[in-house]
């Protein structure tokens, strides 16, 4: 999403420097397709690494917390027949409370997740934008 507004920016400036450039003579004009270049490039492998090595404990902490869950649920379905009825109540809250918590910390674990991909993707396109512009200045683009 991010990449495509910023394409759309990016060909809606250059349809407007072109068509003030195109009534004054010579224009000089380059197109870079920024999804592509971003998606290609070896700073976004880099950055996807990093994310998943930042995120990998809080990942693995969710992943045990469904197999207690699951394990729980299994018991209940298993034993509920044979159990006290205090004994089940007790087993039925236990197993909404962590139905509970499971879903809040794989919402924040998202949330979180997604705020750094979009910090580390933000750093990456304005680096590309400034190495871009750097380029068309050097090269003499319009």
Do not use: C, H, W
């Amino acid at each position: 999403m991010i990449v495509s507004k910023f394409t759309l920016a990016a060909v809606a400036v250059a349809a407007l420097v072109s068509g003030a450039a195109n009534a004054q003579g010579n224009l000089k004009i380059g197109v870079i397709n920024v999804g592509r270049l971003l998606e290609q490039s070896p700073q976004t492998e880099t950055v996807t690494k990093k994310l998943q090595d930042e995120f990998a404990p809080r990942q693995r902490d969710i992943t045990a917390m469904r197999q207690r869950l699951q394990t729980q649920q299994e018991t209940f379905q298993r034993d509920a027949p044979v159990m006290g009825e205090d004994e089940r109540l007790s087993l039925e809250r236990q197993i909404r409370d962590a139905q509970r918590e499971l879903q809040r910390t794989e919402n924040e674990y998202l949330e979180d997740l997604n705020i750094r991909r979009n910090e580390e993707v933000g750093k990456l396109q304005r680096e590309v934008l400034q190495r871009v512009q750097d380029y068309a200045r050097a090269q003499q683009y319009d």
